[in-house]
């Protein structure tokens, strides 16, 4: 799977990509991912990528041409992406869902933007996607681009070595992970829930799965309304809600 990250900061998008799961599978080249300085596609001498937002008020604005002359010239010498993604809090949120939909492309554009915003006709006609990674401000998209490779990458085949703990993870069934536990069996007076000792694999998948849908009961209920429950798991919900009416 192709990537190519588009910023003012390359080096600070370089070091997110050199370690873990993400830098091993660039390493194996299941992963190809490129940075683009931004400041490579200006024309002017001070290299300008931003100016002054029209309608006046504080803070500059990214200007259009640098941008789209990245994205033209990432298609040209790396072929056409499957989606360029503008980086913003004004996106549409990043779920686990949309990293699903993005693995399933062969190459991604990501765009990040800085100061105030991006001049609005980047989005209108460069990026294909606006995406969010969270209601919260960031100083710019690099982070934002981290993370949406990082939960993409972990999708594609290979990259993690382990296919089954991808498919466990939380989320990819729309539910919160179970906790996990490894030795020793008694830690700061907290011992290892006995059941997970015991050697009992059907006991130790009904007990994964309760506690999951209890977690997700209790931190993240409406995670339930579209998360695509079996009916093992909607009889565990209804008896985990039993409880709780018994003792709120
Ligand atoms: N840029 C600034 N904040 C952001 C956020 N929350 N998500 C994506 N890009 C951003």
Redesign the pocket.
């Known amino acids: 799977m192709k990537f190519d990250i588009v910023t003012i900061f390359p080096r600070m998008v370089e070091a997110g990509l050199a370690e873990g799961v993400v830098g091993r599978g660039i390493e194996r080249g299941l992963l190809d991912v490129k940075v683009h300085d931004l400041r490579a596609y200006t024309t002017d001498r001070h290299r300008t990528v931003d100016d002054v937002p029209y309608g006046g008020g504080p803070g500059m604005v990214m200007k259009p041409e640098p941008l789209a002359r990245a994205v033209d010239d990432i298609a040209c010498r790396r072929g056409t992406p499957g989606a360029v993604v503008l ?3 004004q ?1 549409r949120p ?1 779920t686990q869902g949309e990293a699903v939909r993005l693995s399933r492309l062969s190459h991604v554009v990501l765009l990040c ?1 800085r100061y105030e915003g991006v001049d609005d006709r980047v989005r209108t006609t460069v990026a294909t996607d606006e ?11 690099e982070l ?1 681009a981290l993370v949406v490779v990082d939960a993409v990458s972990r999708l594609v085949p290979g990259v993690v070595g382990d296919a089954q703990s991808v498919e466990e993870d939380s989320f990819s069934r729309g539910l919160l992970d179970c906790p996990h536990y490894t030795r020793p069996p008694e830690f700061a007076g907290q011992k290892v829930p006995g059941v997970l000792l015991s050697g009992h694999h059907e006991e130790v998948r009904r007990w994964r799965k309760m506690t999951a849908l209890r977690r997700t009961l209790e931190r993240r209920p409406e995670l339930l309304t579209s998360a695509a429950l079996d009916e093992e798991e909607r009889a565990m919900l209804e008896k985990i809600r039993q409880e709780q009416e018994r003792e709120p």
Not at 131 to 141: K, P
């Open positions: 980086l913003s809090p996106g990043f933007g995406l969010s990674i969270g209601d919260y401000v960031l100083s710019g998209g934002a």
